[in-house]
């Protein structure tokens, strides 16, 4: 009796499988094959241009098409970010490919072109960063490894402004805080009486530095999720990157000048009290940056080198982003960036950047004179450091030199 309601069960279950194979058989051929031959409504016959034979691809290919087309619509207008209705005038889109990332409203039409000095400056900068980083003769922890490798707390120094298609790699004590202003007012991601702030120097201090006036790349997995890291090569692809950088000597000075010459708790907690005590002969230093100065005890330029030549620094936790290398900030050798911009030459390459960028009629690089460290005043600076202490610290950011085409400060060094 088991046996026999089995059968009849199989049965069932068979016929059924069989009737949802022709539904789908005729879904699929049957009806396709009368809607492609049977006209809808009367009207002209237009002939049918012979089938083409489609190219056999592999899954994968396909997959990482449906991918960027996934990925794409977060580099359109209108996608959640501020900005102008995209043009619907689709003419000659291939001449205009770039064009999309910025509003019509921003370009600027220049009667003269860029001094050919100053492309063949950002020339000669980008095609040294591609030597060294081909170079086996620069050595750096991480210079081997792919842009996947790269752990995402580590891609924090990128900001983003989707509105212009740019990215940007900041570089603590080279100009940074204005850059930052300048992105804000790109970005649009701060209203003044309820529209963009469009003047950079009108951004508080407080903001220019606050995490959430910015979009990195280390906030794209919170938003984007499993399509973060394939959406951050999308947007290295095709968006224009820069970064500033400035002598890797120079900008320990300023670090040390800005952090510990300055009155400054978070830093005389954090750093300048361990190294009263490990280098100064302070067992208890003052509890305080206020208590510190009116005793006169403070951390010499000297120890801040010692403390960043100290291995039991890096065993603590990773260097502070102000005096940090560029190439753990910025990983140059993992991003091609599009311009190179030099403190040295802030000026020509800022006012060249926002024209190569199209936006130097919203915005203007802000200059700022403020506690500006010169780099005839290292030999001062190194005085009190012995040479060979000296040469040390240069093996610490010698990839810096080199990569950015500082030369070896031999004057400090062969001393």
Not at 292 to 316: N, R
Not at 324 to 338: F, G, K, T
């Amino acid at each position: 009796m088991g046996t026999s309601r089995m059968f009849r069960v199989f049965v069932v279950l068979g016929s059924a499988f069989m009737i949802l194979l022709i539904i789908i058989y005729w879904d699929d051929v049957g009806t396709a094959h009368l809607y492609l031959h049977t006209p809808v409504s009367p009207g002209p016959k237009i002939p049918h241009p012979p089938p083409q034979q489609q190219p056999q691809t592999s899954r994968t290919p396909s997959f990482l098409h449906d991918i960027d087309a996934f990925v794409n619509q977060f580099l359109e207008p209108g996608t959640g970010e501020p900005t102008d209705p995209a043009p619907s005038d689709s003419s000659n889109q291939s001449e205009k490919a770039e064009e999309q990332y910025i509003p019509r409203r921003e370009w600027k039409i220049h009667l003269t072109p860029v001094a050919p000095e100053l492309r063949e400056r950002q020339e000669q900068r980008r095609r040294l960063l591609q030597e060294m980083c081909a170079n086996d003769s620069v050595a750096f922890p991480g210079k081997n490894r792919s842009f996947d490798d790269i752990p995402n707390k580590e891609l924090d120094h990128l900001i983003v402004d989707d509105r212009h298609g740019i990215i940007y790699c900041y570089v603590p004590k080279v100009a940074c805080s204005n850059w930052k202003r300048l992105m804000i007012v790109l970005s649009e991601s701060l209203l003044h009486d309820g529209v963009p702030q469009r003047d950079p120097l009108a951004i508080p201090r407080d903001l220019v530095h606050n995490s959430s006036m910015h979009f990195t790349f280390n906030k794209f997995w919170k938003r984007y999720g499993k399509f973060a890291r394939h959406l951050m090569k999308v947007k290295l692809k095709k968006y224009t990157k820069f970064l500033f950088v400035r002598d890797p000597f120079v900008r320990l000075i300023s670090a040390y000048r800005n952090k510990f010459e300055m009155r400054n708790e978070d830093f005389y907690r954090r750093f300048a009290q361990v190294m009263l005590r490990r280098y100064a002969n302070q067992p208890t230093p003052p509890s305080s940056v206020d208590e510190a100065i009116a005793v006169g005890i403070q951390p010499s330029f000297s120890h801040f080198v010692q403390y960043l030549l100290d291995p039991q620094t890096e065993k603590e936790m990773p260097f502070n982003e102000h005096w940090r290398q560029v190439y753990r900030l910025c990983h140059p050798c993992q991003i091609q960036y599009d311009f190179v911009g030099h403190l040295e030459t802030a000026e020509e390459d800022a006012e060249h950047l926002l024209r190569q960028l199209r936006v130097d009629n919203v915005v203007e690089f802000p200059t700022s004179h403020r506690n500006l460290t010169a780099s005839s005043w290292e030999a001062d600076w190194f005085s009190t450091v012995p040479v060979e202490v000296r040469r040390e610290l240069y093996k610490l950011y010698e990839p810096d030199f080199r990569l950015f085409g500082y030369d070896r400060p031999d004057w400090i060094l062969n001393e």
